[in-house]
């Protein structure tokens, strides 16, 4: 009697255990692995937010075609499409943007990074919806430049996402350097007017300086990303246009064509 007693206590502990052992085994990390969205719900139809190709998440469960997954800070979780998800990062794409030393339209000192005074390019900067036109001048994934118009300095960006504004990382390490410089040796929330270059468009925009959320360049010094903001843009958390980002995105206009 005991031994049956004991065989159903082993079987019991069995079926209480593989359960929990198939969920752990359920749990890894991911790659997106390609710009996509993260879901609410299990649908396409549900609420969603922009996700960039190589942001890190780890998968905690599935719901017929749709991973169901946590972000790197385990506050928040969504609904990525399967298909979307790889166990590896997908290898960067080489940039494609002139170097520096070759864009004689932005009269910089690629020694430097700074203006060296030519000022023929300010005439062909403008202000651009983002909605409308601007989320196209930098797609996700591309790279181009920013001018910073206190400091003369121009750094190297690459676009990694954002829907309601553009999300961008520095390109390299010494590109974080120079962001640091136009932070004034600290990064913060604060906002400075600059000029994006890109594609062959110059546009007054604003930023922030200050690294939050996922990256994609593991290299550059830089722990996040920061924000892009251009005309009606808005922010991703309240989703209102914010005035201080605004006043800057006039101050790089007005400076361009005063």
């Known amino acids: 009697m ?54 890190k998440v780890y998968v905690i469960g599935q719901s017929g075609r749709f ?13 990525v499409l399967k298909t979307c998800v790889s166990k590896t990062r997908v290898p960067e794409p080489t940039p494609t943007e002139e170097d520096p030393a070759e864009d004689p339209g932005t009269g910089e000192d690629p020694g430097t990074g700074t203006d060296t005074g030519s000022t023929a390019w300010k005439s062909k900067v403008v202000k651009l919806d983002w909605y409308k036109t601007g989320k196209d001048v930098l797609k996700r994934g591309a790279y ?11 750094m190297r960006i690459k676009r990694m996402g954002g829907s309601n504004h553009a999300d961008v990382e520095p390109a390299t390490a010494a590109d974080t350097a120079k962001l640091k410089k136009i932070a004034g040796g600290k990064f913060s929330w604060t906002c400075h007017a600059v000029i994006l270059q890109a594609n062959g468009q110059y546009v007054a925009c604003s930023i922030n300086t200050l690294p939050h959320g996922d990256q994609t360049i593991l290299d550059n010094g830089y722990n996040g990303q920061f924000c892009m903001h251009m005309v009606n843009s808005r922010t991703h958390g309240s989703g209102k246009i914010n005035p201080n980002h605004q006043a800057c995105i006039n101050k790089a206009y007005k400076w361009a064509h005063g």
Do not use: E, F, H, M
Not at 144 to 154: C, E, K, Q
């Open 144 to 154: 181009g430049y920013l001018y910073d118009i206190d400091t003369g300095i121009r």
């Open 2 to 55: 005991k031994q049956i007693r004991k065989a159903l206590v082993a079987i019991l502990v069995l079926l209480i255990t593989l359960p929990c052992i198939a969920i752990a085994s359920a749990r890894y990390t991911g790659y997106i692995n390609k710009n996509t969205y993260v879901y609410k719900k299990p649908s396409t139809s549900s609420q969603r937010l922009a996700i960039a190709c190589n942001t």
């Open 67 to 79: 991973y169901k997954v946590q972000n790197t800070k385990r506050t928040g979780t969504g609904y």
